[in-house]
């Protein structure tokens, strides 16, 4: 009995310490988001450059914090990849930025597939579907003729993972999917030299961190739902 108080007592304290340590990440998190933000809404470029690398590791560090699964973690980390790429103003960077973004987008896709709950949601396929057409087919005579593939291409990925999150995680990553098809369609219309926003940078910025911040709460939250149902059936079964 002795030994199992302090086993107890010792998981109590490794408990706590993860706790902790969640709290401490997602402050900073918080943190250089708010300093990202802030940046590009007073125009202080360094600021910026400075912070967005740090968004995507720290947003990481969290979800492994709680456990979560390597794909999320992949899916994080070529979202930083992108981040970083997209900092140079280059044709080239904005590709290679496309390509590690949309290989993230292949990690949630692959994610909400194994740890997801298939759900029919045909209101959302029907929505995602017409914003996706109605997106490429205005888009598509104002892109660079170099970029309207690979941006069709990217949008259909996109489109699918933002359907995905919505139809299998539910209502939070949902929503992180949904802000991200937004901040990314922000972005294509100033590729498309559309009119902008003041500050446009800034409004996809805070799109994209929410989107990202929603997606990881949203799996880790319907993952451990799961398991606290899986749970529940072993004491049943028992």
Same mark, same amino acid.
């Given at each position: ?23 401490a990440?997602?402050a ?16 202080f ?12 590791? !720290? &947003?990481?560090?969290?979800? *492994? ?5 390597? %794909?999320? /973690?992949? $899916?994080? @980390?070529? +979202? ?75 949008? !259909? &990925?996109l489109?699918?993972? *933002? ?5 299998r %995680?539910? /209502?939070? $990553?949902? @929503?992180? +999917? ?53 749970a ?7």
């Open positions: 009995m002795a030994a199992d108080a302090r086993a107890g007592a010792g998981s109590g304290r490794g408990n706590r310490g993860r706790v902790t340590v969640c709290r990440l997602l900073a998190f918080a943190l250089f988001a708010a300093t990202d933000l802030i940046s590009l809404a007073v125009g470029g360094t600021g910026h450059t400075v912070s967005k690398p740090l968004l995507m590791p !720290l &947003l990481a560090a969290y979800a *492994a914090a709680h456990g979560a699964p390597r %794909l999320l /973690l992949a $899916a994080l @980390l070529f +979202g930083w990849g992108g981040d970083v790429l997209l900092l140079f103003d280059a044709e080239p960077a904005f590709l290679a930025g496309m390509a590690s973004f949309a290989a993230g987008h292949i990690c949630y896709l692959v994610l909400f597939k194994a740890y997801g709950k298939a759900r029919a949601r045909c209101g959302l396929l029907v929505a995602y579907t017409t914003a996706l057409l109605t997106t490429v087919v205005l888009l598509w005579p104002d892109l660079p003729p170099g970029l309207r593939v690979p941006v069709v291409g990217y949008s !259909l &990925l489109t699918a993972m *933002a359907y995905a999150a919505g139809a %995680l539910g /209502l939070v $990553a949902g @929503l992180g +999917g949904a802000l991200f098809l937004l901040s990314d369609t922000l972005i294509a219309t100033g590729v498309a030299d559309w009119p902008q926003p003041p500050r446009p940078d800034l409004w996809i910025m805070l799109t994209y961190i929410a989107a990202q911040f929603l997606l990881t709460v949203g799996t880790l939250g319907a993952l451990e739902a799961r398991d606290e149902r899986t529940l059936k072993v004491m049943v079964t028992d």
